[in-house]
């Protein structure tokens, strides 16, 4: 495919920072990465602009694959995988391991009725920003269109808005 590499160029970055948001390890992200770009070769051909915009198709296949990568190479490792929700119902499904102990489901539920609330606390701009970069893993730019503001004050917003939450979080837990 003659396109294919422009558009491995164009979206490396966004992709390995995705990748990497998860993994936390850079060789591995890298190797994600790299899998994600070949399974994208691979399916072009199923790719259908008027159901996704390219972009939305490439990091769902970047999701998934982190999560397969997970569960055959770290199933003992945990990896930041943002709340996912059921398009279908709006409901949040969540995965634990399984031997994960009901003190932990106590805990994480605990631990997001906490998030939650230092989320809701936010000035609904705050708020807007938090959602888009937190919870559903967009980057600076796709921010900046969503939400028609400029590239540097996403940045800057995004700062405050992990010290607003940080601040937040400490006071709850006290």
């Not at 989320?119 to 969503?146: G, H, S, T």
Request: with cysteine.
């Amino acid at each position: 495919m003659k396109n294919f590499n422009e558009i491995y160029a164009k979206n490396y970055g966004i992709i390995f920072n995705f990748v990497n948001m998860k993994l936390h390890n850079i060789h591995d992200s890298e190797e994600v990465t790299n899998d994600v770009f070949m399974k994208a070769n691979e399916n072009f051909d199923k790719f259908d602009a008027n159901l996704s915009k390219f972009e939305t198709w490439l990091y769902n296949i970047a999701k998934n694959t982190v999560i397969d990568f997970v569960r055959t190479n770290h199933q003992n490792k945990y990896v930041k995988v943002s709340d996912f929700v059921n398009s279908e119902t709006g409901e949040e499904n969540f995965q634990f391991a399984d031997d994960c102990k009901t003190d932990d489901l106590i805990e994480n539920k605990e631990l997001k009725a906490k998030i939650d609330l230092a989320m809701n606390n936010l000035k609904p701009k705050y708020k807007r920003i938090a959602e888009l970069y937190f919870l559903q893993d967009k980057p600076y730019n796709e921010i900046a269109k969503i939400c028609e503001i400029p590239l540097n004050s996403v940045k800057g917003m995004i700062n405050r808005v992990r010290t607003m939450l940080q601040s937040d979080l400490k006071n709850i837990a006290a």
